[in-house]
Structures are given as C-alpha cells and as structure tokens.
C-alpha cells in the first residue's frame, strides 16, 4: 500500500521516538493521521509539527496497559477517520533486566504491554478492516529480541517473540481477506527506551527505520529487519548450538 494524499492513518504509540518519525513521513506523504500516545504534551507537539508537514492530525491519550479500553479506542478512530487504511503499533517497554527478574508485577507489565495490548489491537482493527472490506495494512514493530531468548532482555525478547508470532498467525488468517500483516524487526535504535544501554555502530536512527516502514508498509512484505542487516546477523544467532550459545554473554 502506498501511503498518500488522504490514506487514513492510525498510529498507536505516536510518542514513541520511532513513532513520531513515522508520523512525520506519513504527513509529508498528506495523511490523514489519527495519533495515539499517552502523554498529552509530548502528543501535541507531535501534532503541530505534522499539520505543519502537511498532514490533517486528530489525537487522543490513551494508556495502552488498559486492555479493556482497546475497543472503545477503535472505535473512536473509526468514527473520527471514517475507517482506517494504516494502523501501526509502536508502543512497548524496555527496563533494564537487573532489579526486575523475580518481579512477577514488573514480568506482567512488559507481557500486557509488549505483547497482550498490541495483539488485542491488532485483532480489533482486523475484525473491523474485515467487517468493511478495507484492504488495509497492519504494522506491528517487535524486535529482533523476539528471534531467540538472550540473557541480556529476556522477558523484554519472549513477549516480542509471541507479538511476532501472532502477527504470522493472524497474516495467513487475513491472507484472503484483503488485510495484510507487517512484522517489523527492528535491531538496536537510538531512542529514549534504549538510553541505558551503550550505544555503538550498529545503532540506527528512528528517522532511518521510520523510512524503512514506509517502504514496508509499500512492498506489503509479511517479516522485515530494519536495518536490513539484522536479517542475517539474527539467522547466525539463531542457528548457535545451544551448548555452544549458553557460553556467549549476549
């Protein structure tokens, strides 16, 4: 799908640092944007700086640990867009791995976050693109975390792991439908959820991976990895013996 003059464009997490560089691609391109984040200045600012790309922006807040709230959300894109063309997900959590493993709230908050909320999401706006006979696009970013358990972010890397899943059952389900599903994985990215973490060559830009959804988002394509790179550099990963794997400190 080519994003344009007029698609409808909803965009979960709108905040977020990958987000908001999506927001700005998509407002040079003349979207209609519906923006959803949860805080209300950061939204704002994110808005104006879209109208003045080019875009029509209307917003709302919205925490998305609310899982019941996610269909009274839908719904209220659905009226204030008329439908939706490009639904993209861009929420998460990343705290750091030390001070958190045994905490059973703290493993539930990055489950209902990373990966509940998304794919309650995600079949929302399905069953709704579904019921219109919109031939639309789903967009959900998880992670090359997902692509195999590592010491270094366990819980943040198996709740992407069942987001990525989902997003392949829930594509070969819509396959004839008319809706397709895009997995994007992402690797390291400069951003404010990855500050804590020392930042080195293979870090990208959020406008870099921001230019790689649009692209994405046109070639339909189900699985991408953004940068390209990352393809190849998670295969070896994946593909170290588990003897031999428990050995490195990754």
């Known amino acids: 799908m080519e994003i344009g003059k007029g698609t409808r464009v909803a ?12 927001v ?25 700086d879209a109208r003045v790309r080019g875009g029509t922006v209307t917003t709302a807040i919205f925490d998305f640990a609310d899982i019941g709230g996610i269909s009274t959300l839908v719904t209220e894109v659905w009226e204030k867009l008329g439908g939706v063309d490009v639904a993209a997900i861009f ?5 750091p791995l030390g001070g958190t493993e045994g905490d059973a709230l703290e493993l ?11 794919a309650a999401l995600l079949s929302s706006v399905a069953s709704r693109m579904v019921d219109q006979k919109i031939e639309g696009t789903l967009v959900a970013v998880t992670s090359v975390a997902g692509d195999r358990g590592r010491a270094s972010n366990y819980p943040y890397g ?18 004839r439908k008319g809706v397709t599903v895009i997995d994007i994985r992402p690797g390291f990215v400069a951003t404010k959820m990855t500050k804590h973490l020392k930042q080195g060559p293979l870090f990208a830009s959020p406008e870099a991976i921001a230019k790689g959804i649009i692209k994405a988002v046109r070639k339909g394509s189900p699985v991408v990895y ?21 050995k490195f400190s990754l």
């Not at 965009?11 to 999506?22: L, Q, Y």
Request: hydrophobic share 50%; with cysteine.
């Open 108 to 118: 539930d908050k990055q489950v209902r976050v990373n990966f509940t909320s998304p």
């Open 11 to 22: 965009v979960f997490g709108a905040t977020s640092d990958i987000g908001a560089s999506f």
């Open 158 to 175: 198996s709740a992407k792991a069942g987001l990525s899943a989902y997003c392949s059952g829930l594509g070969q389900a819509l396959a």
């Open 226 to 246: 953004l940068p390209w790179f990352w393809r190849f550099i998670m295969a070896a990963i994946v593909h170290i013996p588990s003897r031999v794997f428990r």
């Open 91 to 95: 929420y998460g959590v990343l705290p």
């Open 24 to 48: 700005a691609e998509c407002a040079l391109r003349g979207a209609h944007l519906f923006l959803i984040g949860r805080n209300e200045g950061s939204l704002e600012r994110i808005a104006t």
